[in-house]
RNA sequence: GGAGAGAUGGCAGAGCGGUUGAAUGCACCGGUCUUGAAAACCGGCAUACGUUAGUAGCGUAUCUAGGGUUCGAAUCCCUAUCUCUCCGCCA
């Protein structure tokens, strides 16, 4: 949510900003519904306060045994208008809601203005792409060869977009999993946590999956989503809360499946475990001083990026363009891995500096000593990293011609002493 | 799933139709006293919105949330959510 303050004194700077977005805001419509608001919050207020002073006098008149009878007719007439102006207001008010809760974040000034990922900025890049001497296979073939990735199982079980893996690919998933993990809690100061993977409309609408995503959820009969996300029950562990200013920063780290209903990607990368229903996620949440949060988001993506360094994956960091970044991201970092098969870089992380765009949505909060009042905190997420797209980065450029895949030095200790992934 | 109890300010906890935004205690902040500290005493201490040049003043709302009764609701009624106790079921 845009700070109302900001829609009220600039709404054309606002207006063309969202533009750049691709967000088109009716700034004739937003004036009119603000004119009306404020006529009407006026008006109802007023009669508030006069009817609240009758009612008092009546009770005064009553204490002392004075007719109350005039008092009475005084106030009669008030609670019809009351009744009316309040409810148009009301409606107003729902108006204006169904326009905020809409309306994306703005981007910071020097996020490259663009129409989609071909706009997109490359800042840097890292390792060299691996050369092989034979003809390399995707990780569909090579799963296919070990035995161990089963798509078909999945398909009986599930329908498409799921995959069951297992043995010692299931091993080396979980391995990187804890990886990912140990490294973010032991080098880079994240707290673990273990979250409900189903949470309620709230917690959705505060993050900004929801009103304008739904359709990309699993919502269960009982009206709970499932979390598309980490992101969502971490960042809304801060919801409506007032935080101290020696609380801050928070760093969050959990490991969650994550569920995607990818309505809107039919025939994209419909094979292999590129885009699933269902997929893990180690995610990284910073709650930060607001002066802060820029370094933390450069903070936040490093420390994605050294588990790709560590697991020795060549990667390339782009900044996003305005007309590619999310809902409620202010400044995005992709982190793309090299994928050999397919001869590119493709997303396996994604970090967003929100500002204080969620937390004015949930209400976080904290109170500096220096500021009477509390202020919103800014949110950051980040994936630190995407475990299914991590194995399949690994096992491309980890293959053998024979189709064994060799295990990364960091994660042999995880794998009990396996080295190799062979065949079953 | 069944039966019961409850949800009040940072925390604890009173109030149970009328000057209650809410007693009291604790915590916190400022002051007096003191060489300093503690104690004691004095004072302060919610949030949001509106109006406004204003973090001044004034107004409005908020006692879990949403509806209702009433001239007037923290207080009465309904619904939802959550918490606790007991029983059942269960990894």
């Not at 969502?232 to 569920?259: G, R, W, Y």
């Not at 800014?378 to 450029?397: I, K, Q």
Request: glycine share 6%; proline share 4%.
């Amino acid at each position: 949510m845009l700070d109302p303050q900001l829609l009220r004194d600039d709404i054309g700077a606002v207006a063309q900003k969202l533009a750049d977005r691709g967000y088109d805001l009716d700034v004739k419509a937003w004036q009119d519904l603000e004119e009306r608001r404020k006529a009407l919050q006026v008006e109802t207020e007023s009669l508030q306060s006069q009817r609240t002073k009758i009612s008092k006098s009546i009770g005064q008149a009553k204490a002392k045994g004075e007719d109350i009878q005039p008092l009475l007719d005084q106030v009669a007439s008030i609670g019809d208008q009351l009744e009316k102006s309040k409810a148009d207001l009301q409606q107003v008010f729902a108006d204006m809601e169904q326009v905020t809760l809409y309306v994306p974040n703005l981007a910071q000034d020097d996020v490259p203005v663009g129409q989609d990922e071909e706009d997109n900025v490359e800042v840097r890049t890292w390792g060299q792409p691996p050369s092989f001497d034979f003809e390399v296979k995707d990780h569909v073939d090579l799963g296919a060869m070990s035995g161990f990735m089963d798509a078909e199982s999945a398909a009986t079980l599930s329908g498409s977009r799921f995959t069951v893996l297992s043995r010692d690919l299931a091993r080396l998933q979980r391995a990187l999993t804890q990886f990912m993990l140990d490294t973010h809690i032991n080098d880079h100061g994240y707290d673990e946590f273990y979250v409900p993977y189903l949470v309620n409309d709230q917690a959705m609408l505060g993050s900004g999956q929801l009103p304008k995503f739904a359709d990309d959820a699993f919502i269960t009969e009982d009206g709970r989503f499932l979390i598309p996300t980490a992101e969502v029950p971490l960042t809304n562990l801060v919801s409506n809360e007032i935080l101290e200013a020696d609380q801050l920063p928070i760093k969050m780290t959990a490991h969650t499946p994550c569920f995607r209903r990818e309505a809107g990607s039919y025939g994209k990368d419909t094979k292999g475990l590129i885009r699933q229903h269902q997929f893990d996620k180690v995610e990284m949440v910073q709650i930060v001083h607001p002066e802060l949060s820029n370094q933390a988001l450069e903070d936040m993506t490093s420390h994605a990026e050294n588990i790709l360094k560590a697991l020795k994956l060549p990667y390339r960091v782009i900044v996003l363009c305005t007309g590619d970044m999310g809902f409620s991201a202010a400044k995005t970092y992709d982190i793309e891995v090299w994928v050999p098969a397919q001869n590119t870089y493709r997303e396996i992380s994604s970090c967003s500096n929100c500002e204080d765009f969620q937390a004015r949505r949930m209400q976080a909060r904290f109170r500096s000593p220096d500021q009477k009042k509390p202020q919103l905190v800014h949110t950051l997420n980040g994936s630190g990293l995407a475990v299914g797209r991590t194995l399949l980065a690994v096992m491309e450029n980890y293959q053998n011609a024979d189709g064994s895949i060799r295990v990364p030095d960091v994660l042999q200790q995880y794998m009990g002493g396996v080295k190799v992934i062979n065949q079953c």
